[in-house]
């Protein structure tokens, strides 16, 4: 196994900070919070795919602010709309990075997506140096999943879910991990549409205002 997934990383590192810095919005996102650090300390491989049972993805709602829409993705393991997210990379420096980047590659919207700053706020890094502020997750969300295959144990995915806003007149192009991928408006949301992809949306109407 590369010797890199189970050593602290900066991805790892800016994991650790982002959930630490957090203000959770209620009682259940805290705890979700705490999970995701225990999981962390516990795991330095705990952002990777290969990490059993459980690792930390990263996750956009990606929003035509003008519009009042959302763009989702038809999953084809999943068989509902959802967000669009995924596994974090080697290349991914931060959770929000690796956000963004699964937003750009499954949305095809070649530029102009940026990750919502509105809830920004500064860390330090584990030697007391000040960082540059980073976006702040919206939500979390914690599922079962077959990640490797119908045929294998499931395991647990830790989402940690941004809010990205799209340029104006954004154009979606489908991807190869998509069966379908469409805009709906806030008030129109599909009804293969699960609670936690509900949920999310209004909290993101909710900090756009």
């Known amino acids: 196994m ?6 602290p990383d900066a991805l790892h590192t800016d994991a650790r900070l982002v959930l630490s810095g957090w203000t959770a919005p209620d009682d259940e996102q ?40 959302v763009l989702l993705t038809l999953h084809p393991k999943v068989g509902r709309w959802l967000q669009l997210g995924g596994h974090c990379e080697p290349e991914d420096v931060s959770l929000a990075a690796a956000a963004l980047r699964e937003a750009t590659e499954e949305s095809g919207i070649g530029s102009g997506l940026e990750v919502f700053p509105a809830t920004a706020f500064p860390g330090t890094d584990p030697t ?5 502020a980073t976006p702040a997750p919206v939500k979390l969300d914690r599922h079962a ?65």
């Open 2 to 7: 590369n010797q890199q997934l189970f050593r």
């Open 30 to 69: 805290d705890l979700l919070r705490r999970d995701y650090l225990d999981h962390l300390e516990a795991r330095p491989d705990g952002m990777w795919r290969s990490c059993r049972p459980a690792h930390i993805t990263a996750s956009a709602l990606v929003v035509d602010v003008e519009r009042g829409r």
């Open 128 to 132: 007391g140096t000040d960082l540059p």
């Open 145 to 209: 999943v077959r990640c490797s295959g119908r045929d294998q144990p499931e395991n647990t995915h830790l989402d940690v879910q941004y809010l990205v806003t799209a340029p104006r007149d954004a154009v979606a192009q489908i991807s190869e991990e998509s069966l379908d991928l469409r805009w709906f408006g806030f008030d129109a949301l599909p009804e293969l549409t699960d609670a936690s992809v509900r949920e999310l949306a209004a909290r993101a109407r909710k900090l756009l205002g």
